[in-house]
């Protein structure tokens, strides 16, 4: 115990810490406007369609550039990509408060919108060169659980956002407060240019013993990315599916953040206190799912192989988010559906860092394009999900809402049955490497 306690901090955990923390941020900028809205309407004549257009802006360009921010990530390497992200976000987030001063009319919201966009473009690379961050730095043992506790941190930043910008806009006015969320970007991509390094050999501070507890041919140097390769990545057979299933989960990830709060105030009839309250359950129970998905994942992994203790988790979490759902409504009990919501949200986030896991033992090297890919289908999620929901839960239909969940979330689960295992076929395209003994 004692020697644990004095063994040194290894240096990936550090790069893991300030990647995560772009992903904390990043949380939080893109839900500072939203949470600010309500000021901000009024105070600039801006209509609530208008605001919606604001922050559509930001969903559409963060999307569409998921695929050209891995390669550019893979092309540049983390350090200088990072640092671009911190520094344009801040710029974006700094112009939104600044807008009045200088404008007026019609060109303020036309000034949101590229804002928005502008932010958007800036953190299409934060989840993609995450992951080849941990394929680069971490033993492939870790990769779950590097990218379960990233998403959990995500989480936390989403979680704390909203009271946070409601006690700065309460004491400081709605301005102020973006101006203080924009700082954390800067100040991070300052001290990320510093001390990070794309590669762990060429960190001054990593050493011999650490570089070693990384995978067999990690340290070896990787051809740029050819054109035909990028083609290969993208129209692997695993990559495709694992996109496709992403998106199928993020519909269900998308409707349960979304909507939980107006289903039980719509239809289980809470008040906006309690609503609030119980609300706030669901995204408690997908950061503890987040975090223990990945620890499950790589203990499945390294009992039962990579490809069969990946694919357990979501043929067994998924089919129980779609039951869950199903319970929420056709339990009695408003308590019991808040329960189940709960439940549910758990469930989907247990198989988060699985898609991340898979999708980088697909593409190792090539994770941040291959990630890209996939993260183009989580968001595509959203895109399909959002209208969906939004027209049944107007005309009152909840039940068919929460049906669409559950049964996007049984065919999340069926395309992992339809993906090319490599323990039946040799050619696959996903990389069957087994786990080396535990390493810290």
Not at 326 to 332: K, W
Request: net charge neutral; with cysteine.
């Amino acid at each position: 115990m004692i020697h644990l306690l004095r063994r040194p901090i290894r240096i990936r955990w550090r790069m893991f810490a300030l990647t995560a923390a772009f992903s904390f941020v990043a949380y939080m900028q893109r839900t500072s406007l939203s949470v600010a809205a309500e000021q901000i309407m009024p105070r600039l004549h801006i209509s609530q369609m208008q605001m919606g257009l604001v922050l559509w802006a930001f969903t559409v360009t963060y999307t569409l550039f998921q695929i050209p921010a891995g390669l550019f990530g893979q092309r540049c390497g983390a350090r200088r990509t990072y640092f671009w992200v911190g520094l344009v976000g801040f710029v974006a987030t700094m112009v939104i408060p600044l807008v009045p001063v200088v404008l007026s009319g019609f060109a303020v919201l036309l000034a949101l919108v590229l804002a928005q966009g502008v932010l958007g473009i800036s953190q299409a690379p934060v989840f993609p060169v995450f992951a080849g961050v941990v394929e680069s730095w971490f033993p492939s043992r870790r990769w779950a659980l590097a990218s379960g506790l990233q998403t959990s941190g995500t989480l936390i930043g989403a979680a704390v956002t909203p009271p946070l910008i409601v006690l700065l806009t309460g004491s400081f006015g709605w301005q102020e407060a973006l101006v203080i969320y924009a700082f954390p970007s800067l100040a991070l991509a300052i001290l990320w240019a510093w001390y990070a390094r794309d590669l762990p050999h060429e960190h001054s501070a990593v050493t011999k013993e650490e570089l070693a507890e990384l995978d067999e041919g990690a340290l070896e140097s990787v051809a740029p990315l050819t054109i035909r390769r990028l083609a290969q990545i993208v129209s692997g057979r695993n990559v495709l599916l694992l996109a496709f299933s992403y998106m199928c989960m993020n519909y269900v990830f998308y409707l349960l953040t979304t909507w939980s709060f107006l289903y039980l105030i719509q239809e289980r009839h809470f008040s906006v206190l309690e609503s609030g309250m119980l609300a706030s359950l669901p995204p408690i129970g997908a950061t503890v799912g987040a975090a223990l998905g990945g620890v499950l994942a790589d203990r499945l992994a390294r009992r039962l192989g990579i490809w069969r203790g990946y694919r357990l988790v979501p043929l067994v979490a998924l089919p129980m988010v779609g039951v869950l759902l199903v319970a929420v409504i056709h339990v009695a009990s408003p308590y019991l559906a808040a329960a189940a919501l709960t439940g549910a949200f758990a469930a989907v986030e247990v198989t988060e860092a699985t898609y991340w896991a898979a999708t980088m033992h697909v593409a190792r090297t090539d994770t941040m394009a291959a990630t890209g890919v996939l993260n183009t289908g989580g968001n595509l999620g959203g895109v399909v999900g959002i209208p969906i929901v939004a027209y049944l839960s107007s005309s009152g239909s909840w039940n068919a809402a929460f049906l669409t969940g559950a049964v996007f979330a049984i065919v999340a689960a069926a395309a992992w049955l339809v993906m090319v295992s490599p323990d039946s076929h040799p050619s696959a395209d996903v990389h069957c490497a087994q786990f080396p003994e535990a390493i810290p």
